[in-house]
């Protein structure tokens, strides 16, 4: 077994067990396993950042989805839909067969 095979096995049974690390939630319209982390960005963010320019509260969170759960890669600004709050993909990148989506949403 080479490393990425063993890499490959961990996140389909580990990561995103959902007994483990992972939870189902619907994405856009779709169940599947995620792993949803805000303190991903509470790490990264700078200190303020938690208003836009407008002075509206941004929420941000991290989530991780298998590319053979999600499909294609989207775009950065592509609206998406978590459990039916709608976010904002700022950042997507993939990363041995996870995506590691950036999401924001404006809180009124």
């Known amino acids: 077994?080479?490393?990425?095979?063993?890499l490959a096995k961990d996140v389909a049974t580990t990561f995103f067990n959902v007994t483990?690390?992972?939870?189902?939630?619907?994405?856009d319209g779709k169940?599947?396993?995620?792993v949803?982390?805000?303190?991903?960005?509470?790490?990264?963010?700078e200190p303020g950042?938690?208003?836009?320019?407008?002075?509206?509260?941004v929420a941000e969170i991290t989530l991780f989805v298998r590319v053979c759960d999600y499909g294609r890669?989207?775009?950065?600004?592509?609206?998406?839909?978590?459990?039916?709050?709608?976010y904002l993909i700022t950042d997507c990148q993939e990363m041995a067969g996870v995506y590691t989506m950036r999401l924001t949403r404006r809180k009124q």
């Open 1 to 6: 077994m080479t490393f990425k095979d063993a």
């Open 20 to 27: 483990e690390f992972a939870e189902m939630c619907r994405v």
């Open 49 to 57: 950042r938690a208003k836009d320019d407008d002075g509206i509260y």
């Open 36 to 45: 949803i982390d805000a303190d991903e960005i509470n790490r990264q963010s």
């Open 31 to 34: 169940e599947m396993p995620v």
């Open 73 to 86: 890669k989207p775009a950065n600004g592509k609206p998406i839909t978590l459990d039916g709050r709608p």
